[in-house]
């Protein structure tokens, strides 16, 4: 039980430095359409890309995020680096790409701004639908 | 962008929620219901908020040749959120018999097998 306890503390430590060390990955899933197979979406998904243990899955530290608030902090991250693969791909391949990211029902909670923050963020990538005259 | 929230948290939803949802919304941002029908589900608030996708779990998909109550559940949603002009997305489709079933029931987006990931390209 003490042990439990202690892993949870270190990984709730090493979290709260990992996206400072840049140690968060997003990785993208397809969306295809049936009839055709063209991928006009895609779902951003995080990994952490831990020094030590190697790749971890969000269900292990999403929670713990999550408790400790710090998902806000790594939920607009995700969001701000999909923004930018997204202007990035647009640009590059598929005006119509879409990304879609998670967003945690504690990023939703009062104190969260959620939408001036990330709205800006998604402007100042040059992501949004508008420009593209959808 | 899409921003994908679970069920539960339009359930829960205060006044606040709609605000954020619409401020998106403004921003050219849609939103997507990830792991449809699993949740505590109120499909109430599918009129009540503006929401652009479906995600049906793939809970549902996993046992669709075999199960046919699985099959029945997916055809309701798919003609559901059609009606109501939703894009449906199914989760988990890893065979060319869930892939043709869900074509048959009218499915047109799934989410695939495999991920990218994006090359730094500094």
């Known amino acids: 039980m003490q042990h439990h306890a202690q892993a949870r503390l270190k990984m709730i430590n090493e979290l709260r430095g990992a996206l400072a060390a840049s140690q968060f990955r997003i990785y993208y899933q397809p969306i295809v359409e049936l009839a055709t197979g063209r991928i006009n979406k895609a779902e951003a998904l995080i990994r952490w890309q831990h020094p030590k243990l190697g790749i971890i899955n969000p269900v292990q530290f999403i929670p713990l995020a999550e408790e400790t608030g710090m998902i806000v902090e790594i939920g607009d991250w995700v969001f701000k680096e999909s923004a930018r693969q997204l202007k990035l791909w647009r640009a590059l391949h598929n005006i119509e790409l879409q990304i879609s990211v998670n967003v945690s029902p504690v990023q939703f909670s009062d104190a969260w701004r959620p939408a001036q923050e990330m709205v800006h963020v998604f402007e100042r990538a040059g992501a949004g639908r508008k420009k593209h005259g959808h | 962008m899409v921003i994908e929230i679970t069920e539960g948290l339009l359930l829960d939803a205060e006044s606040g929620i709609v605000g954020k949802l619409l401020e998106f919304r403004d921003a050219g941002i849609q939103a997507s219901i990830d792991d449809f029908g699993t949740g505590y589900s109120a499909l109430s608030y599918l009129k009540k908020f503006d929401i652009d996708f479906l995600k049906i779990d793939q809970s549902f998909v996993r046992n669709l040749a075999a199960d046919f ?31 043709s079933l869900l074509a048959a029931a009218g499915m047109r987006l799934r989410s695939g097998v495999f991920v990218l990931q994006a090359v730094a390209c500094r």
């Open chain 2, 69 to 99: 109550n699985d099959l029945a559940l997916c055809e309701a949603i798919i003609v559901m959120a059609h009606k109501l002009e939703l894009k449906v997305i199914a989760e988990g489709v890893e065979t060319e018999e869930q892939r």
